[in-house]
Structure formats: structure tokens, C-alpha cells
């Protein structure tokens, strides 16, 4: 799903029945979260316990704290439910600095890669 006028793209691929990939490419703030927003929940509606969400913030230019509260929030739903949610970095600083400087490293489940969360190459 492409967000019109919007400096975002947003992908979701299920890579078997227990694991989705919603990757995110462009900027995440306050005018392109909801376009995210509607993507994680429609993906996390459609888990069943255990599974794993995994977002990919590899190509991801920036991210404000629409981006981060968003990411909490799907973290906590996919606990409630049962299930784990990832956050892919691709060690890109855009993604790292926000979640390092408030702290969301110690909260969140982090990885460098997609193939690192499902420890499959592809």
C-alpha cells in the first residue's frame, strides 16, 4: 500500500502461517502513522497465537514519536495476544537513535534483520 502524497510505503508479506513482515520504507511521523497504523492492525487482526509480527524499519529515513508510540502499542497488543512482535533496524540510525535515546531498546524486541528474526535466508 502506497499512502498518496505521503513520503511512505508499506508492505506486508506473510512469509508462512505463524509469521508476517510489515516492512516500511520513507518517513514515519505524525502524517504517514496511521497508514501504518491500518496495516499492523489489519496483519495483527489476522494472527493466531503464537505468531510473530515483524516490522521492518530498514529503509525507514525517519521517525518521529508517532513512530515510536505506534510501535509500543503494537508491541503491547501482540503481548496481549500472545504473540511477538519484532522490530527490524537494518542498524539504520534513523530507527536506532529514537528507540535508543528513550529507552524503547530495553522494551522492544530489536534485530538487524529480517533473516535474523526467523533465522531463514530471504
Known amino acids: 500500500m502506497n499512502a498518496p502524497d505521503l513520503s511512505l510505503s508499506v508492505e506486508v508479506r506473510r512469509l508462512d502461517p505463524a509469521t508476517v513482515v510489515v516492512r516500511v520504507t520513507g518517513e514515519l511521523d505524525t502524517l504517514t502513522a496511521p497508514a501504518v497504523e491500518a496495516q499492523l492492525a489489519t496483519a495483527q487482526a489476522d494472527l493466531v497465537a503464537p505468531s510473530v509480527l515483524i516490522v521492518d524499519l530498514s529503509d525507514v529515513a525517519f521517525m518521529s514519536s508517532a513512530g515510536?508510540?505506534?510501535?509500543?502499542?503494537?508491541?503491547?497488543?501482540?503481548?496481549?495476544?500472545?504473540?511477538?512482535?519484532?522490530?527490524?533496524?537494518?542498524?539504520?540510525?534513523s530507527v536506532l537513535r529514537p528507540v535508543r535515546v528513550t529507552g524503547l531498546d530495553t522494551v522492544l524486541n530489536l534485530a538487524d534483520t529480517v533473516a535474523q528474526v526467523t533465522g531463514k535466508e530471504g
Open 68 to 93: 515510536l508510540a505506534l510501535l509500543v502499542a503494537h508491541h503491547e497488543r501482540s503481548l496481549d495476544q500472545g504473540n511477538r512482535l519484532y522490530v527490524v533496524t537494518g542498524n539504520n540510525r
